[in-house]
C-alpha cells in the first residue's frame, strides 16, 4: 500500500511538472528576419508609385541568449511610393509552443512600424492573448527584412 502511495504521488509530481502555461505575463523580445515565399505585387493602373501586394512569407525569430522560433505568415499591403499600410497574420513557433497574432502597421520613409494583437496560442502559450509591436532594424541584407518584435504574452494557465 505505502509503494503505490509513493508510485502515486510521484505521478501526481510529473502531472504537476509537465510544461504547461503558467498564468502571468512574459515578454518576448527577439530580432526577426522574413523573406518572401510566395509573393505578389500588382501596380495600380494610372497610378505613378502605387501598388498592393499580398502572399505568404517565411521568419526566423533569433532571441539575445541563442534561443530561436520560426514564424509563418501571410501579409497584404497598400503603397504608394513605398509607404502606405500593411496587415496580416502571424504564427511563431517556438520550442515550447506557438504564438497566433494578427499585426497592423506602415511604412514610411523605409521604416516599418506596426502592433500585434495576440489571438491564441498552444504549449507554454496555450490561450495567449496580449499585444506587441514591430520595428525596422538596420538591415545590411538584400531579398530580406530585419525587424525588432516585442510580444507581451498573457497566459490564464490552468
Do not use: W
Not at 518576448?28 to 505585387?41: G, N, R, S
Not at 498592393?52 to 501571410?74: C, H, N, P, W, Y
Not at 502571424?90 to 506602415?106: C, K, L, M, Q, W
Not at 511604412?107 to 491564441?120: A, F
Amino acid at each position: 500500500m505505502r509503494k503505490s502511495l509513493a508510485v502515486f504521488l510521484s505521478g501526481v509530481a510529473l502531472v504537476t511538472a509537465a510544461p504547461t502555461a503558467l498564468a502571468g505575463e512574459q515578454v518576448l523580445e527577439f530580432k526577426l528576419v522574413t523573406k518572401p515565399i510566395d509573393y505578389k505585387v500588382t501596380e495600380a493602373a494610372n497610378i505613378e508609385g502605387q501598388s498592393v501586394a499580398s502572399g505568404r512569407l517565411f521568419g526566423v525569430a533569433i532571441f539575445k541568449d541563442g534561443r530561436i522560433g520560426v514564424k509563418e505568415f501571410v501579409n497584404s499591403s497598400d503603397l504608394l511610393k513605398g509607404s502606405g499600410s500593411f496587415y496580416g497574420y502571424s504564427t511563431y513557433a517556438f520550442e515550447d509552443g506557438s504564438i497566433t497574432a494578427r499585426y497592423t502597421g506602415s511604412v514610411k520613409d523605409g521604416r516599418s512600424t506596426g502592433e500585434y494583437t495576440i489571438l491564441s496560442g498552444t504549449g507554454a502559450y496555450a490561450n495567449a492573448t496580449g499585444t506587441g509591436t514591430i520595428e525596422s532594424a538596420p538591415n545590411p541584407f538584400k531579398g530580406v527584412n530585419l525587424l525588432n518584435i516585442k510580444l507581451v504574452v498573457k497566459t490564464p494557465g490552468t
